[in-house]
């Protein structure tokens, strides 16, 4: 994922609903290095498939991207 996308991906993002005490820049230093490290991931992947095979899999992608933002909205350990 290029950097210089990152700050539209981001503008005008809902801060009500971060729970009190987190730095919302540090939140969203992990989600980006989330997101690259994902796109890494699948770009490795995806390597030498064709465009209608990588399509096919984005359902899949898009779930699984879906249940890492849930680990992540939720955090990991219980308070």
Not at 23 to 52: H, M, P, R, V, W
Not at 62 to 79: A, P, Q, S
Request: hydrophobic share 40%; proline share 1%; with cysteine.
């Amino acid at each position: 994922m290029k950097n210089d996308h990152l700050p539209n991906f981001f503008e005008g993002i809902d801060t009500s609903k971060v729970r009190e005490g987190v730095d919302i820049n540090k939140a969203i230093e992990i989600i980006t290095l989330f997101l690259e490290g994902l796109s890494n991931k699948y770009l490795n992947i995806f390597k030498g498939q064709s465009a209608d095979e990588m399509l096919g899999s984005m359902d899949k992608l898009i779930v699984k991207c879906n249940e890492y933002f849930d680990i992540l909205k939720g955090g990991i350990y219980e308070d």
